[in-house]
């Protein structure tokens, strides 16, 4: 099996993450949108991307699959 996460980067692309994850941590949210982890915790508390699950924090990757649709 594919390990998911080498050291800084993943080996999954973020369309393969995101068909494969229900949820995703916020470093994964933030490799598929290409941002940085904070921005991922300030869109959270803007209340762009709900936060599925709390401890540790988890998005839903349908949410941030149609972020991505915006940020294209």
């Known amino acids: ?4 996460y ?3 980067y993943f080996t999954l692309s973020p369309s ?4 494969r994850f229900p ?4 470093s994964q ?3 598929c949108l290409n941002i940085s982890e904070r921005q991922v915790y300030d869109l959270i508390a803007e209340g762009v991307l709900p936060r599925t699950k709390s ?5 839903s990757s ?11």
């Open 1 to 4: 099996m594919q390990a998911l």
């Open 6 to 8: 080498r050291g800084s």
């Open 16 to 19: 393969e993450m995101l068909k």
């Open 23 to 26: 949820l995703l941590r916020v």
């Open 29 to 31: 949210a933030a490799y």
């Open 55 to 59: 401890n540790p924090c988890r998005v």
């Open 62 to 72: 349908a949410d941030v699959a149609e972020l991505m649709a915006e940020f294209e």
